[in-house]
């Protein structure tokens, strides 16, 4: 599938004015190989499905392991989506996965809930621009 070609040029406006680009689900669907040709993409979000096969089988684990040497040799930051469990974040930590999100961490919270969960916590500055 070719990425409409109108498309490619409001991404790189946008990525020329200092925003950053980021593939979801990267590996499901639309959002495939393609893309990472077509646009200047600066993240990947590792769909849920292939972190939580992690160690499931050699065969996943081999998938996820190539998608995440894709991404470096192509100099594209990762973020693992749908991390739930201890397994999976020992094996993203192991690959230098720094930007993780899932359940392990918390459950989806409004904004203000995280304002909230952000002040209680010790040790935290918030700064805001």
Known sequence: MNVD???VQRL???HENGFVIA???????YSGLSYLHDLHIDYI????????????DPESTRI????LDLARKLSISIVAEGVETKEQL??????????QQGYY???PVTYIDLVK??????KVKVVVE
């Open 5 to 7: 070609e109108s498309l």
């Open 12 to 14: 790189n406006i946008l």
């Open 23 to 29: 593939l979801d689900d990267f590996g499901t669907g």
């Open 45 to 56: 979000k590792i769909d849920h499905s292939f972190v939580g096969r992690v160690n499931a």
């Open 64 to 67: 996820l392991d190539c998608v």
């Open 90 to 99: 020992d094996y993203l930590n192991q690959n230098n996965i720094t930007f």
């Open 105 to 107: 961490f918390y459950k």
């Open 117 to 122: 969960i952000i002040l209680s916590k010790p």
